[in-house]
């Protein structure tokens, strides 16, 4: 997705490393509205809406939303993952 969406070049091996983290940084700050808001809004206090490169329910939803528009509804519930460090 990223490869021809941001115009990245990542390799496609499964391996979640630093090139992924940054496309995914990338994507969030151009959707940060639609993915990054809601968690702020959410957690207060918290969180916030800046980027995080971690492609979790709301990235994983917009990039679901771009490809196929409608299948996918916005998450009910945003959970924050155990083990997760927050400010």
């Known amino acids: 997705f990223f490869n021809s969406y941001l115009g990245t ?10 090139a992924m983290f940054d496309a995914v940084w990338q994507f969030q700050s151009m959707f940060q509205i639609d993915v ?38 916005f998450p009910d519930q945003l959970i924050i993952a155990p083990g997760t460090t927050v400010r």
Not at 9 to 18: A, K
Not at 48 to 73: F, H, V
């Open 36 to 73: 990054l808001n809601t968690w702020s809004e959410e957690f207060p206090g918290v969180l916030d809406n800046r980027p995080t490169g971690y492609l979790y329910q709301t990235t994983k939803w917009k990039i679901n939303s771009i490809m196929c528009p409608g299948y996918e509804a």
């Open 9 to 18: 070049s990542l390799v496609l091996d499964g391996i979640f490393d630093q």
